[in-house]
């Protein structure tokens, strides 16, 4: 009988590196919401990923920075646990031979893990192959890596190379998941991610980090193929929520155009989604707010 090998992984680094694209990239559809902008992902996410012989799952993980907020405070306490409890952690960085202070940050924080740690050196689509050495020589004088691997996650480029190399260092051990579920996520926390995460490419560059959404209620709609999808994008200030809404109710328009398309995909039905917008004032800051946002420490 072939054995069968399980283990966690983590993926970590700075914000903004391309932690939840790699991720999607390995399971080969969409788990974690993307985008340009940093410290999109506030939650640890698993996705699963099953073959004949291994299942590892991935820990996608906020973006490793000194935190200014009580929200803040939760993400880096999210990255510790899910540093401290893996079998093998993917540091992820840019092809750049320059180490930033805050690559040298969150390379810190790795210092105090017994976890192998890989360096993945993502967005290898963007250098010529020759600038990736001096690279890998800079990084090599900071942390003894247990493997080096450069990928692109966006093309796709050596990922595959990635998980051969991940199942070397996995145990033997049990299936944790059913062999068809990709990710332990609840449905009613995807949907708030997609609507959050089209607010995030839509809008301005102050508002995203002071917006947090919540799904109010999903219930399928009784004799038809429909879901009624009820959310409430919370925000910071009035004029936050004018420039969300946008002239005409335009700009809440296109966010739920778009994030009904991906949710439509997620549930394998048609849904009818409603979207209001409402001002919670200095809501990373409230204990009680973040916990009602699905931001516990106890999820942690």
Same mark, same amino acid.
């Given at each position: 009988?072939?054995?069968?090998?399980?283990?966690?992984?983590?993926?970590?680094?700075?914000?903004n590196v391309g932690k939840s694209t790699l991720m999607n990239c390995l399971m080969g559809e969409k788990i974690a919401i993307t985008s340009y902008k940093p410290q999109t992902?506030?939650?640890?996410?698993?996705?699963?990923?099953?073959?004949?012989?291994?299942?590892?799952?991935?820990?996608?993980?906020?973006?490793?920075?000194?935190?200014?907020?009580?929200?803040?405070?939760?993400?880096?306490?999210?990255?510790?646990?899910?540093?401290?409890?893996?079998?093998?952690?993917?540091?992820?960085?840019?092809?750049?031979?320059?180490?930033?202070?805050?690559?040298?940050?969150?390379?810190?924080?790795?210092?105090?893990?017994?976890?192998?740690?890989?360096?993945?050196?993502?967005?290898?689509?963007?250098?010529?192959?020759?600038?990736?050495?001096?690279?890998?020589?800079?990084?090599?004088?900071?942390?003894?890596?247990?493997?080096?691997?450069?990928?692109?996650?966006?093309?796709?480029?050596?990922?595959?190379?990635?998980?051969?190399?991940?199942?070397?260092?996995?145990?033997?051990?049990?299936?944790?998941?059913?062999?068809?579920?990709?990710?332990?996520?609840?449905?009613?926390?995807?949907?708030?991610?997609?609507? !959050?995460?089209? &607010?995030?490419? %839509? +809008?301005?560059?102050? #508002?995203?980090?002071? @917006?947090? /959404?919540? *799904?109010?209620?999903?219930?399928?709609?009784?004799?038809?193929?429909?879901?009624?999808?009820?959310?409430?994008?919370?925000?910071?200030?009035?004029?936050?929520?004018?420039?969300?809404?946008?002239?005409?109710?335009?700009?809440?328009?296109?966010?739920?155009?778009?994030? !009904?398309?991906? &949710?439509?995909? %997620? +549930?394998?039905?048609? #849904?009818?989604?409603? @979207?209001? /917008?409402? *001002?919670?004032?200095?809501?990373?800051?409230?204990?009680?707010?973040?916990?009602?946002?699905?931001?516990?420490?106890?999820?942690?």
């Amino acid at each position: 009988m072939e054995k069968f090998y399980s283990g966690f992984v983590t993926l970590a680094g700075k914000p903004n590196v391309g932690k939840s694209t790699l991720m999607n990239c390995l399971m080969g559809e969409k788990i974690a919401i993307t985008s340009y902008k940093p410290q999109t992902t506030r939650n640890k996410i698993h996705a699963i990923l099953t073959r004949d012989n291994f299942q590892m799952i991935f820990i996608d993980t906020p973006g490793i920075h000194k935190p200014k907020s009580k929200l803040g405070t939760f993400m880096m306490r999210s990255v510790e646990n899910a540093l401290s409890q893996v079998d093998v952690c993917l540091f992820l960085v840019e092809p750049y031979e320059k180490i930033s202070e805050r690559d040298r940050f969150a390379l810190n924080k790795l210092k105090k893990v017994d976890t192998p740690v890989f360096l993945v050196i993502n967005k290898i689509d963007t250098v010529e192959k020759s600038k990736l050495l001096a690279v890998i020589d800079e990084y090599s004088k900071l942390y003894d890596f247990a493997e080096v691997i450069p990928v692109s996650a966006l093309k796709g480029q050596n990922t595959d190379e990635l998980i051969k190399n991940i199942l070397k260092y996995l145990p033997e051990g049990p299936m944790y998941f059913p062999e068809d579920m990709v990710t332990d996520q609840p449905e009613r926390q995807i949907v708030s991610e997609i609507v !959050r995460e089209k &607010a995030l490419l %839509l +809008l301005k560059e102050e #508002i995203p980090h002071g @917006i947090a /959404v919540e *799904v109010n209620s999903m219930k399928k709609r009784e004799g038809r193929d429909l879901v009624d999808v009820e959310v409430t994008i919370y925000c910071e200030k009035d004029t936050h929520k004018g420039i969300i809404i946008g002239k005409r109710g335009e700009m809440l328009k296109k966010i739920g155009m778009r994030a !009904r398309q991906d &949710a439509e995909n %997620l +549930l394998g039905s048609p #849904i009818y989604l409603k @979207i209001w /917008v409402k *001002v919670k004032k200095d809501w990373r800051d409230s204990d009680f707010l973040l916990k009602n946002f699905g931001y516990d420490k106890k999820n942690i």
